[in-house]
């Protein structure tokens, strides 16, 4: 995946790598034979998802720390998937989303540019845009955010502009739809406390761990009146990182891409293929819309297909649903 040149391994730095989609992107680089370290502060991710990774327990908001970790090791470059993420939350309480996202993040890159590491491939999201202007949305779109999440990582775009321009810091912000499904394995899984997705959520009921599925809105102006969305599988985000890990080596400057599968799945047809893929009933109750739901969120995949060669294998509904599904039957944390 990420072969270089006279098969050296890289050595990586992965902030987050504790988290859902950061420990299946460590997993794959231990399996490509990569040195990889994972600077995490355990708020959300778990420790047992880093397997044999050097983990060091930091927060991004301790600068000194951050360096120090950083001086360890001539890392070749940084991942950084470390974030707090939940809109809802992030409404709430916005000082903490800009302090954990915009300030951690502004010491990450401070401390790189110290020790002279100046490759980042950074978590952005599909909040950038806001309410989408047309159904599918590509890089071009206006970036008009509706909550402080998707403000926070617009900020930390923009600041990595300011930052290749001042500094010479490359950077791919990856642009993720709705990150879904598990491990092959079965070892790592999405689990956050409180769940708030929706097909942990389906999964959960169908387990009977809730007692139903709320589906929020059924009236959006779409063809079944529940929400579409584009669900892109964990592995092929995983291989979105590898393609700018690449991409960087050839490539200098500030660079942005949707992630995304380039479909879009209503929440009814979600939860249909949930019931076929699990063979269990699952009961749903209709609720109002939750407050900042776009009716529809799909991605143009073109520019990444185009620059990074990238092209999602797994992202089909049933390769999502059944991955998720031997996960939440079995999860390991
Ligand atoms: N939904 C339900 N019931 C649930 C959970 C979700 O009906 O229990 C619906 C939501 O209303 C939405 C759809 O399912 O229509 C998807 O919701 P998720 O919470 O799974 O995902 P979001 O689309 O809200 O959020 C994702 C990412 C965010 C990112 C956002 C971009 O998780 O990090 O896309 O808008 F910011």
Avoid at 66 to 80: K, S
Wanted: with cysteine; proline share 5%; glycine share 8%.
């Amino acid at each position: 995946m990420l072969r270089v040149p006279g098969g050296l391994c890289l050595n990586i730095l992965v902030c987050g790598g504790a988290g859902y989609i950061g420990a299946h992107m460590v997993k794959r680089l231990l399996q490509e034979g990569h040195e990889v370290v994972v600077l995490d502060n355990l708020s959300t991710g778990h420790r047992e998802a880093v397997g044999d990774a050097s983990l060091v327990v930091a927060d991004l908001l301790d600068a000194e720390k951050v360096e120090r970790t950083l001086r360890t090791t001539a890392f070749d470059a940084v991942l950084h998937f470390a974030a707090m993420s939940i809109v809802a939350d992030s409404m709430r309480d916005p000082y903490a989303y800009h302090q954990n996202n915009v300030v951690g993040t502004l010491n990450l890159l401070r401390a790189m540019r110290t020790v002279r590491v100046d490759k980042l491939i950074f978590s952005s999201t599909a909040a950038v845009y806001g309410m989408p202007r047309q159904h599918v949305l590509d890089e071009q779109h206006p970036v008009e955010p509706i909550n402080p999440y998707g403000a926070t990582k617009l900020a930390v775009e923009r600041l990595l502009e300011d930052a290749s321009r001042a500094y010479g810091l490359s950077s791919v912000s990856l642009r993720y739809f709705n990150a879904a499904g598990a491990d092959q394995e079965g070892e790592l899984g999405e689990s956050h406390q409180p769940e708030t997705h929706l097909i942990p959520n389906i999964l959960r009921s169908a387990l009977g761990m809730d007692p139903a599925l709320r589906i929020f809105g059924s009236d959006y102006p779409t063809p079944d009146g529940t929400c579409v969305r584009d669900y892109i599988h964990v592995d092929d985000l995983v291989d979105g990182h590898a393609c700018a890990l690449r991409y960087l080596d050839r490539n200098a400057g500030v660079f942005r891409f949707n992630l995304g599968s380039g479909e879009g799945y209503s929440v009814a047809q979600v939860l249909e293929a949930a019931r076929r893929v699990t063979g269990r009933p699952i009961s749903v109750e209709v609720e109002a819309r939750r407050a900042g739901d776009p009716a529809t969120l799909v991605a143009s995949r073109e520019l990444a297909g185009r620059e990074l060669g990238w092209e999602p294998r797994k992202s089909d509904l049933d390769s999502i649903l059944s991955s998720a599904w031997r996960w939440h039957c079995k999860p390991r944390y």
